[in-house]
């Protein structure tokens, strides 16, 4: 299985979130919006053989709603984390939630949080 696959496993079980979710990063959010992206170090290497490669894998999931009002955009922000947090699947170690930030794109503004993410891949 590429690796790859892995960030489209993660999209396909956050599809039940009330907001877009991206395997990558698109050329323009339409919040609320998840953003699956390699988080650094992406891959942290266990054992190579000469079959099999396991590693765990780190991810980031920028959060992402419309920054109206703030206090509003961050009960949205707040509302679609613990929806992203209700569907990850089981074999996902759950990591830190960064502090909120507005963050032009395109013409919007947007309120930001970073979620930090591992999983374990095996090829």
């Not at 919006?33 to 988080?39: E, I």
Request: proline residues 7%; glycine residues 2%.
């Amino acid at each position: 299985m590429p690796i790859a696959a892995t960030r489209s496993a993660l999209k396909t079980a956050l599809q039940g979130v009330t907001a877009n979710v991206y395997d990558h990063v698109p050329e323009s959010v339409i919040p609320p919006a998840v953003v699956v992206v390699p988080n650094s170090p992406y891959a942290e290497i266990q054992t190579i053989s000469n079959n099999t490669i396991r590693c765990q894998l780190n991810f980031t999931l920028t959060l992402c709603v419309a920054y109206h009002s703030n206090a509003a955009a961050l009960d949205n922000l707040e509302a679609l984390w613990l929806q992203v947090l209700a569907a990850l699947p089981v074999n996902y170690v759950v990591g830190v939630l960064e502090k909120p930030s507005v963050t032009q794109v395109g013409a919007s503004e947007l309120l930001v949080a970073d979620f930090n993410v591992s999983t374990y891949y095996t090829n």
